[in-house]
């Protein structure tokens, strides 16, 4: 009786002891020696891991980023692959320090989850995947076709809107699991998948017979998709925020992972602040003033590991785009580091 | 009385008041329930400062939020995406209770089949239903979801080459398409006949008990039930002109629309929850009936009823007495167990409301303390009508 009653006692005094884990997580980082990252279960060119178990992807290498701008080694970094549905909460009770899978940013989860987005490193926009045999041209001719797609996503919701207003009819089945939702429209349980045009790109793959599927060219939303941090830390905020920022202006400034060596000696004042040869950058974030040259060392500029993730050269075949940089017509623009 | 109690009392050698069992065990329970007490409400405080701290929204208000995303399964109640939050609660409450009545329905009838047969003294149909019993409660229930979805009802043909199966629709691997009763005036006075023929079978079951008892003569209550049963609806059915047509699923280009879908998920979680639950209650079923003593049947064979009469009116009342406690238990797995449909897509309160719901709205505390509070009010009430059951058929002493 004494013993159950200590434990239990001491079961609550741990319970309450329990605190908030939005504290400094740059420190907890420094402590442990790795980032915890958090990404997807599998989706070939943003999180998938290789035939060799690393990870690789365009996300993958936003969390690389982050853990070479901390450590100067972008190897000091862990994934927990999680699903749709279990990604916010895995972020809000601190399993994770960066969740970098392929997340749309929307107002609500902005506002509502206890989280920030630090930024835009896909900007992508749904779309439907049909079989070649049913001849559909467009969306439009979807009515009374049963719809495959991932529960807990703006996809779920974005479909319902786009079939409502265009008042066709519809039948959604919606999985938990990526693997299950490609299973059933293989199988034929659906006419339509539909996810972000990158995602059917990638997914694509992994069907029977890829070639005999056509992506209809309406895209029925905006996702720009980032990297989430918890709200409240915001030196860990801004380390996530200009590790991307950082990619982007090494990008335009034309610093690559094979040059990089060689512009610490550049003569030009952006790229000299940028790696940190002049002024103190890094030491406001907290880390290094070598922060950006380490994740340039570590997965180059965003150009990079676009065309080595997603590009032209990969499986996926995915135009640059509204990703391009706005000087070359895109979407893809970063503050100076100034 | 009393004054010997203070006699002895006061005979008692006197005790330190610590040592006095009376007020030791007051104290610990004292002591109990404040530990309990702290726990639970340092739990809530820790729980609502770090949500408010973490800048997590909370409260109840998004129930009454536009949900916006579709369900596909609800036969009873009217959804769209425009419902509210709430409104997906019902739905998800509605789809595990469909399931779980089905499931339980289809589960006693298919676990005492087998029961009875695991005691049979047909060595081919006994070797069977043992094989069945071991074999289905040997595998975990969601690897017999998955085999059902996965590896049965996802090889159906496709939407283009559908099954058709005349008047009962069509079947392929997205639904079977059954044919969806439409009710038209005046079909609710064959409802109204259905019960009335209900009523008039429970009083005629009791009058012709009675005259048994009185006379010794019997009277074929089965026979007049069936007859009572299935002929008076069917007269007030064409006397109010047959209010009941069927609307049957039509084929467009995506394959067969309408008509009532059954989806897979549903089929697969029915299929694996039935079978699976009634290997258990074909052990429950078979462990009562052996709990009846030998000596019963030797009795009712020496009365000179027959075998099918000695089991129905003689083992069976005995034995649910011994089967109906692990039978409530069953049931509540069952119910339970139908939370697994979230691993195949089917919409039922687990998957929708804690699972969609919580996802688009984020309020994990709230979603999780009503979904759990649902089940145990579920389970709270299969309980209390099982105990009122078992009240009744245990046995009367006079």
């Known amino acids: 009786m004494k013993l159950k009653l200590l434990s239990i006692a001491l079961g609550a005094v741990a319970f309450g002891a329990v605190s908030s884990a939005s504290a400094a997580t740059l420190d907890d980082v420094k402590a442990k020696g790795f980032v915890q990252c958090g990404v997807s279960q599998g989706l070939a060119g943003f ?43 895995a972020l809000q009770s601190g399993e994770i320090d960066i969740l970098s899978r392929n997340t749309t940013w929307t107002m609500s989860r902005d506002t509502q989850l206890g989280l920030n987005f630090a930024g835009v490193n896909y900007y992508d926009g749904q779309g439907f995947m049909v079989r070649k045999e049913l001849k559909v041209k467009s969306a439009l001719e979807l009515s009374g076709a049963s719809v495959c797609t991932n529960t807990g996503t703006t996809t779920e919701l974005n479909v319902a809107d786009y079939f409502r207003t265009n008042k066709l009819d519809y039948e959604i089945v919606a999985f938990e699991k990526a693997d299950e939702v490609v299973g059933a429209y293989d199988a034929g349980r659906c006419d339509v998948f539909t996810t972000d045009q990158s995602g059917l ?47 982007l202006n090494a990008e335009e400034l034309g610093v690559t992972q094979a040059n990089v060596g060689e512009m610490m000696n550049a003569d030009n004042p952006a790229i000299k602040r940028l790696l940190g040869t002049e002024g103190a950058f890094g030491e406001k974030l907290g880390l290094g003033n070598d922060w950006a040259a380490n994740i340039i060392k570590a997965v180059g500029n965003y150009g990079e590991t676009f065309e080595r993730n997603v590009g032209e050269n990969t499986p996926l075949k995915l135009p640059r785009g509204v990703n391009s940089l706005w000087s070359k017509g895109g979407l893809q623009y970063a503050p100076p580091v100034r | 009385m009393a004054i010997q109690e203070t006699a002895s009392a006061a005979d008692e050698p006197k005790v330190a008041l610590f040592n006095d069992p009376k007020i030791r065990s007051w104290i610990f329970q004292f002591v109990l329930i404040a530990v309990i007490g702290w726990v639970i409400y340092s739990m809530v405080i820790n729980a609502s400062t770090n949500l408010e701290k973490q800048g997590i929204a909370g409260g109840y208000g998004f129930l009454a939020n536009e949900a916006g995303f579709s369900i596909n399964f609800s036969p009873f109640i009217d959804y769209s995406e425009t419902s509210s939050y709430s409104t997906v609660f019902w739905v998800g409450l509605q789809n595990t209770l469909v399931l779980a009545v089905v499931g339980i329905f289809f589960a006693t009838l298919l676990g005492f089949t087998l029961g009875v047969a695991r005691l049979s003294s047909n060595w081919i149909i006994n070797r069977m239903a043992y094989v069945y019993v071991e074999v289905l409660r040997n595998i975990p229930l969601l690897l017999q979801i998955f085999i059902w979805y996965k590896g049965v009802l996802a090889l159906l043909p496709t939407a283009k080459n559908s099954i058709d199966l005349g008047f009962m629709g069509a079947l392929n691997v997205k639904a079977w398409f059954g044919p969806k009763p439409i009710l038209a005036d005046g079909a609710g006075y064959v409802g109204i006949a259905f019960l009335v023929a209900i009523v008039m079978i429970i009083l005629i079951a009791n009058w012709a008990k009675k005259r048994q008892m009185a006379t010794g003569q019997r009277f074929p209550v089965l026979w007049t039930s069936l007859g009572l049963i299935i002929f008076l609806p069917l007269i007030v059915y064409f006397i109010m002109g047959q209010p009941l047509s069927f609307e049957f699923a039509e084929v467009g280009r995506f394959g067969p629309r309408g008509g009532m879908p059954i989806p897979p998920e549903f089929t697969a979680l029915l299929l694996a929850l039935t079978t699976y639950t009634a290997a258990f209650i074909a052990e429950i079923v078979r462990a009562g009936i052996l709990a009846v003593d030998r000596g019963q049947t030797e009795a009712s064979y020496a009365l000179g009823l027959r075998p099918g009469q000695t089991l129905r009116l003689n083992i069976i009342p005995q034995a649910m007495r011994v089967i109906i406690p692990p039978l409530t238990s069953q049931y509540l797995n069952l119910t339970k167990n139908s939370s697994l449909a979230v691993a195949i897509a089917f919409p039922d309160l687990t998957s929708v409301f804690a699972g969609t719901a919580l996802n688009q709205t984020g309020q994990a505390v709230e979603i999780l303390a009503i979904t759990m509070l649902t089940y145990l009010i579920i389970s709270i009430l299969t309980s209390m009508f099982m105990n009122w059951y078992n009240a009744r058929m245990s046995l009367v002493e006079r």
């Open chain 1, 47 to 89: 999180s998938n891991p290789d035939d060799k178990g690393n990870w690789t992807g365009l996300d993958v290498d936003l969390c690389r980023g982050v853990a070479a701008a901390v450590f100067g080694s972008g190897d000091k970094v862990k994934f927990t692959p999680l699903s749709a549905k279990e990604r916010f909460t």
């Open chain 1, 201 to 247: 790109a990638a997914q694509r793959l992994r069907l029977t017979n890829p070639a005999d599927h056509v992506v209809l060219p309406e895209i029925i939303s905006k996702e720009p998709l980032g990297p989430v941090v918890r709200q409240g830390d915001d030196q860990w905020f801004n380390i996530v925020k200009w590790t991307h920022n950082a990619m």
